[in-house]
């Protein structure tokens, strides 16, 4: 029936006739005025919001298996605190992300939807008192990292309860797939404008084609 809907509106558009709009909308409940205004690219807001965040390499593996084993048990918004502290302090090395509200991944954080050989996923549920933002656009990490911050600032009231895991990982998991992180949004980062390699905010020097920039 949606569809329907869907479907005249486009043509309407299409053909231009406000008046047609305008017809519908009279006719249609108020429930129906209200979805039409919903942006599609909008991030959705949940209470219960799941993180991944996928790293490779030695060093970034040693790290998150050491975080993981760290916060083992989340009972108190203190613990949750720092948790996501932890993650935020991880992050800007992370190479795939994803946050949206956690009935997408009914297994939990223990169980993450990737294809990739090797790395190490780091799997973040947690479970607000009130609706929590997620992301839109899971290719920019900072959008991520902005949303851990959030969690890392909680107070006592805002903690209904919290789980991290180092995810299982399978390339058809009941889970959604992370996205590959866009180098340039990773925090700490800069993109060098001659050839578009992203590098770190504090170098006057691009590494990949030594071109001088900024200071
Ligand atoms: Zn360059």
Redesign the pocket.
């Known amino acids: 029936m949606s569809f329907v809907i869907l479907a005249v509106v486009a043509i309407a558009a299409l053909v231009g006739v406000a008046v047609l709009v305008i017809t519908l909308s009279k006719g249609g409940s108020a429930d129906g005025a209200g979805t039409a205004r919903e942006a599609p690219l909008q991030a959705a807001r949940s209470r219960d919001v799941i993180f991944f965040l996928r790293f490779e390499g030695r060093d970034d593996e040693t790290y998150v298996r050491d975080l993981s084993a760290r916060h083992g048990q989340i009972h108190s918004a203190t613990q949750a605190r720092e948790a996501a502290l932890d993650v935020v302090r991880a992050a800007p090395t992370a190479t795939h992300a994803y946050c949206g509200p956690a009935t997408t991944a009914p297994q939990g954080p223990g169980l993450a939807h990737t294809g990739l050989p090797g790395g190490v996923v780091l799997g973040f549920l947690v479970r607000g008192t009130k609706p929590l933002d997620t992301v839109a656009d899971d290719s920019s990490l900072q959008s991520v990292v902005a949303e851990l911050r959030k969690i890392a600032a909680w107070v006592d009231s805002d903690f209904a309860g919290a789980d991290l895991k180092l995810a299982q990982v399978a390339i058809d998991a009941p889970a959604p797939p992370l996205v590959a992180v866009r180098k340039e949004t990773r925090p700490g980062h800069q993109l060098?404008v001659?050839?578009?390699?992203a590098?770190l905010a504090h170098d006057t020097r691009?590494p990949?084609?030594?071109?001088r920039?900024g200071a």
Do not use: L, Q, R
């Open positions: 060098c001659y050839c578009g390699e590098f691009c990949n084609c030594g071109a920039v």
